[in-house]
């Protein structure tokens, strides 16, 4: 048994990692110099060890000397076990040690390092045990607290995001995260392993791995709800270590686990940064199979994490998020913005709000059971969050009532999001981030004069905050009110000139036409930010419609190349090629993509366009099948579907036209082509009729009409002939 003269170091190692023990040792020799109450060992005396650190690699854990040290230290529950992560290896597969504090505290391999060499990261994992042997004399260690001392106040508080611009903002203090829940829960981290739903081997059968990513960290299995932490960027490059904040979330969902019950597991992984857009982060959570990514970005992180400015954000599964079932015309909110708002310094607000834990345990308990499809559940959990709350201060109030709205709001429930910040503006009517969030909501539900107006009394609060002037702008945009949005950017710009917000103003001068001033816009942008693909494409879209199409393909080709999954840059790319009637290099641009991607209907729905351009009708056909099958409520599929089965002369074009028609009817196209249905049908008063209302919602392809066969009936018709001379001669973009 452990002695009290001393703290017995026992370290364990292969022979194979003897120069590795080596180095190791001479540094804590030089601790034990300056710290005489330690006493170290290696490879024996393990009877007497306080604390045992195992010098992990392959080959030590294959070895049958851990075996049976493992064997011994099942009987040794008051011995400590720290692994000491040497060189790349599954150890936390292991489940005798899956959950153990290790060292070196980033959770890195020495192998790895690539700012230190190794000399100097052994020298810092000594320091951070003799740290570690100070606090266990004073019975102060990580793993095993005095849970007799007072706890702070923040030993309540999680602050964790509930959606998209949810900001936990300012000086943030983490003591309730670390300190104090290390009171409610002792040793829970150490104990509590991710689950055998962590990924074991990739099959040959498995996605590919993407070397950024490391192996997926969970299978495919459904059973529990999967959670992965990630590292919270410091964004201002401070070197600050920003291991603790993702350590602290998982111990409280480890808390929920464990106390609570829930059939969760999280992982939290130090080697995988925060991503800068929200299509990066969803990349990141799909491809290690999690339900729920947890992300963000930190500074100013003070001693012993103790505060920090913070910002935290989050993606849920559309898999989960698909069992919503979304309120009729309404926008459903996801991760794939056509305009990208990147995660910038600005994100990190002053001030404080914060979620309490009970917040974060009906967020989890919420999605678990979204998960499993009962969404009534999920909506009850979501409703305790503000429920009971009369006796909290007014500031807390609000903060229930605004985690509560951006739950809905993140869940495409609007109207029940506006009421719950309705809620949280009477307690806190100063609060801008509110009116903010509330103008999206008001925005999803296409009430741009409302949104716009709560967009205009949090700036009215912050004059000075960029981000509000961009929502307003982009609503603007939205609302197809362009010159507005222009002169709101333009605003914008004096403020914080960045290359996003120039990229927007050249795209509504685009909207407008007003092409050389377009291009002046995106070419600030790019000056600015030159590795942005969105800026190239957009300034690709301009120069498609100057008819610059070498211009155009090049732009296209950039931000392909910056951004290998950027479909919109395919599909533009594929059209500029079919305009130019080079019809192998379209359907080579989106077979290129479907390689990457076989599951997107987009795509194929713009090969299928290509391949009808081309006169190749069975194949075209063929696509829009593909289309439909992968995304059965796309309009254009069955509208453009229809138009083939008029050229092949099939069954079915009345149906699919009126199919498309149910899923939107304000597309110019599906007028034509009801006019080429009723064409073929003798049913020439019906044909003009929706010709004439296909032109007056905007439909401009006065060459189409000019060349289609199956209008040849309707060309001696007075009004087939006032209709093409009313469109004039020039083409718009299609």
Known sequence: ?????????????????????????????????????????????????????????????????????KEQLKKQAATDIIPVLISPCDWELDTFLTGSETLPRNGQFVKHSTTKNERLAYKEIAEELREIVAKKEADLTPTHPNTSEKKTPWGKIFSAIIGLGLFFYGVAKFI?????????????????????LVQEEISESAKPTIPEYGIPIFTTDTTLFKILIIRFEDNLNEDDDTYCIGRAIRKNLVKLETEKKLPITSVYEDEITSPDHPDKAKEIQEYHNADLLIYGIANKIQENCIGANMCFRHIVADTIMANVVVPENVNKENHSFDEPIFITHTDIEKGKLSVDEQSMENWVTGLVALKKGDEEKYFEEIEKMAADIAHLPTEEQASKFYAQANTYRRSSYHGKAIASYTKAIELKPDGAEIYYNRGIAYKNLKKYQKAISDFDRAIKIKPDDVKFLTLKGICYHDWKMYKKAIEVYLKAIKIKPNGITYSRIGDNFRHIGELKESLKYLDKAIGIEPDKSYHYRSRGASFFMLKEYEKAIADFDKAIELKPDDIESYLRRGSVYTDLKDYDKAIK?????????SNNAQIYNGRGMTYFESKEYNKSILDYDKAIKIEPEFAFSYNNRAHVKLKLNQLGVQKDLTKSQELDDKNSWLYRNWSIYHTTQKDFPKAIKNLQKAIDMGYDDKELLQEEELLDPLRSDPEFKRILNSMGDENSEK
Not at 183 to 196: N, T, Y
Not at 589 to 597: A, M, P, R, V
């Open 1 to 69: 048994m452990p002695d009290n003269k001393y703290t017995h170091i026992f370290i364990a190692y292969a022979s194979k990692d003897q120069a590795a023990h080596d180095t190791f040792l001479s540094h804590l020799k030089e601790i034990q110099r300056k710290h005489r109450g330690i006493a170290i060992s290696s490879n024996k005396d393990l009877k007497k060890a306080d604390i045992v650190l195992m010098l992990i690699s392959i080959d030590f854990m294959i070895s049958d000397e851990y075996k049976a040290i």
């Open 176 to 196: 309730g995260l670390i300190a104090g829940l290390n009171a409610d829960v002792p040793s829970l981290i150490d104990k509590i392993k991710p689950s055998e």
């Open 589 to 597: 641009s989106f077979t290129n993509f479907i390689k990457l991607d």
